[in-house]
């Protein structure tokens, strides 16, 4: 796979049952984590205050539809 290719790990953190998932999460980058968790709650306010879905069917008007709320979002916290 392409992403195992270029060494991308996941950043969810395991629950701990075994020493395993302890060890798994102690190789987690604290930051990396950090930033994850700053993207999802970016997306929550965007669904709450915009829409919580996206209209358009096609993917490729998605990814416009998607862009132009977040332009709408960067205007609206600039003002």
């Known amino acids: 796979m392409m992403v195992r290719e270029n060494s991308v790990r996941p950043v969810i953190k395991h629950r ?3 020493s ?12 990396t ?4 968790s700053v ?3 970016v997306f929550r306010v965007l669904k709450q205050r915009y829409v ?6 096609c993917w ?4 416009r539809e998607f862009a132009l709320k977040c332009v709408v979002k960067n205007i609206d ?3």
């Open 16 to 18: 701990e049952f075994d």
């Open 20 to 31: 395993l998932d302890a060890a798994h999460n102690a190789q987690l980058d604290d930051d």
């Open 33 to 36: 984590y950090h930033r994850r």
């Open 39 to 41: 993207v999802e709650v």
């Open 52 to 57: 919580d879905r996206l209209t358009c069917r």
């Open 60 to 63: 490729y008007r998605q990814c």
């Open 77 to 79: 916290d600039s003002l």
